[in-house]
């Protein structure tokens, strides 16, 4: 079966950057898109930004331009290279298959300190 197994969360300053990996594995199922959302404490969970096996992508309005997220189909791992990070990016990110099935990832915690 499919597995999402994310890791590069952690503690930076604002200002700082960080890259989330998502390590897809399993099958036989052929995944096509693979999404990263985010949810901060008493918050809803929110959709950060899509990634499509062909390599198009599009971003939330509040990432965009700072956020960068692309698929490696020879490692099956897709990554959200995250810079200029900002106190407001604090949240657990988790990563997400579109389909044929949905399966998310475990989540990984991001901090920006003040």
């Known amino acids: 079966q499919v597995q999402l197994v994310e890791s590069g969360g952690g503690l930076v300053q604002a200002g700082g950057s960080l890259r989330l990996s998502c390590a897809v594995s399993?099958?036989?199922?052929?995944?096509?898109?693979v999404g990263w959302y985010r949810q901060a404490p008493g918050k809803q969970r929110d959709w950060v930004a899509l990634?499509?096996?062909?390599?198009?992508?599009s971003y939330a309005e509040s990432v965009k331009g700072r956020f960068t997220i692309s698929w490696d189909n020879a490692k099956n791992t897709v990554y959200l290279q995250m810079n200029s990070l900002k106190p407001e990016d604090t949240a657990v990110y988790y990563c997400?298959?579109?389909?044929?099935?949905?399966?998310w990832g475990q989540g990984t915690q991001v901090t920006v300190s003040s």
């Open positions: 990634v499509t096996k062909d390599s198009s992508a």
């Open positions: 997400k298959t579109l389909g044929p099935i949905v399966v």
């Open positions: 399993g099958g036989p199922f052929s995944i096509n898109s």
